[in-house]
């Protein structure tokens, strides 16, 4: 575990951010090819592409939550090398799939769902994996990095996937990300190893009925949450946005692709610009937070919620109001989840955060499954402007939970209660 010095001294962490940087540029480059295969190879549909989207959250809702109760009980190490692996196997299949002419939407929802499980394992492994390496005090600062590598996969990975899917196709741009899953998983066999904590015995009832276990493990994560009412408040915001957000990327690629005739180059110029500004905010976070507060900035950011309705004007300036909304969209998701992850881990109890995390995993995916089979839906029948517009006021709603609580007048993640048990909260100081 990293000291009290800068968290970028520390090795363990180095090669932590190294291998999740380079995993999180694969995602980003999967998550603009899939569609873009869909739309431009198969002639998908926007409920075709909604569906498709789905499946991602769906591998959420299947594998949150038994992720949740044996993450706490396995090498979280090895789970996230494991995680990579798959991940590199499932994409090499679309372009063998393609080559022998055999590449179907069916496929495609397959690819999505299972590397949408690798992607949900992993997540709730490492951020599970990042309080064992560095001490909670400097939590903020650490996340605060590992969003700059997100936020630079964000900008550089849509981008790069654009480009080179004009340019080669997107069967073979996903070998790319393969690529990158495997490297990213050579660079977490060189991180130290965790130790698992203690596996359900054989003759236990939740080892012979697991779904036992995983219902009482997400009441239990339930109910850690319900004894904490900022942590609450913060997953009911997190939760919302996040239905709102799937609502607007089950149409946003196709709104820029077919809507209003972008190119690849212009799609992804808009990409590499708009999520430029998450990439801002990230390497300013730690800055930010220490000037406004970790905890206050959660309530200011949610003011950027309405961002969306630059969409509903942006046939007059298709590339530079697509931009606006990338811009405010992924400063305002950056910052915000850098708070709420910081906070979660200081005030979760450590055997109790994969839980807990899980649970949270678990709504979100259920809310980006239906909001982007919603938003497909929507794109249909009231027209991607207007899919944007029903999200956009939504998005406004989602953010009351942190508006109208005590999170405004409290300036740091530090001054927010913890929890220890559903029974009690602790007051003020940090679990050890």
């Known amino acids: 575990m990293t000291d009290g010095g800068p968290v970028w001294r520390d090795r363990a962490f180095l090669v932590l951010w190294l291998g999740q940087a380079m995993s999180e540029m694969g995602t980003a480059i999967t998550t603009i090819v899939l569609p873009l295969i869909a739309i431009t190879a198969l002639g998908a549909s926007t409920a075709e592409v909604g569906v498709l989207k789905a499946m991602t959250s769906v591998a959420v809702l299947v594998a949150a939550v038994p992720a949740g109760l044996y993450i706490d009980r396995v090498s979280k190490r ?14 090499l299949s679309v372009p063998a799939m393609a080559l022998v002419g055999w590449l179907t939407m069916a496929w495609m929802y397959a690819t999505a769902f299972l590397v949408g499980v690798a992607i949900v394992v992993f997540g709730i492994a490492y951020h599970s994996y990042v309080p064992i390496v560095v001490q909670r005090s400097r939590l903020p600062d650490a996340n605060a990095r590992i969003e700059v590598t997100e936020s630079i996969a964000r900008v550089g990975g849509p981008s790069a996937g654009s480009l ?25 066999m060189f991180v130290p190893k965790d130790v698992p904590g203690e596996r359900p015995r054989a003759g236990d009832a939740g080892s012979r009925h697991p779904w036992r276990r995983w ?11 319900g004894a904490n009412p900022p942590l609450a408040r913060t997953a009911a915001t997190t939760v919302g946005s996040m239905f709102c957000l799937s609502m607007v990327n089950a149409v946003f690629l196709y709104y820029l692709v077919v809507d209003l005739g972008l190119s690849s180059v212009a799609v992804a110029v808009v990409f590499l610009v708009g999520e430029s500004g998450g990439l801002l905010a990230a390497m300013g976070a730690s800055f930010v937070m220490r000037l406004v507060g ?5 309530w200011l950011i949610a003011f950027l919620s309405p961002a969306g309705l630059l969409l509903v004007v942006a046939p007059a300036l298709p590339v530079t109001m697509a931009v606006g909304y990338l811009l405010l969209t992924s400063i305002r998701f950056v910052l915000f989840d850098i708070s709420q992850y910081s906070y979660r881990q200081t005030a979760c109890p450590m055997e109790r955060l994969g ?4 649970s949270i995993r678990f709504c979100i995916g259920v809310a980006s499954a239906a909001g982007a089979l919603i938003g497909g839906w929507l794109g249909v029948h009231l027209g991607s402007v207007g899919t944007v517009l029903v999200a956009t006021v939504l998005m406004c709603l989602a953010a009351f939970p942190v508006l109208f609580s005590d999170i405004r007048r409290t300036r740091d993640i530090e001054d927010l209660p913890t929890v220890t048990s559903p029974q009690r909260i602790s007051g003020t100081t940090p679990p050890s």
């Open 164 to 188: 080179l899917n004009g340019r080669v196709g997107g069967p073979v741009t996903l070998v790319v990300d393969a690529l990158l899953s495997l490297a990213s998983a050579v660079a977490f």
């Open 355 to 358: 839980s807990i995390t899980a």
């Open 215 to 225: 219902g009482a493990s997400v009441r239990e994560g339930f109910a850690l949450l």
């Open 294 to 298: 970790s905890a206050r900035i959660m």
């Open 78 to 91: 090895g789970l996230m090398v494991a995680c990579n692996l798959l991940r590199a196997l499932v994409l």
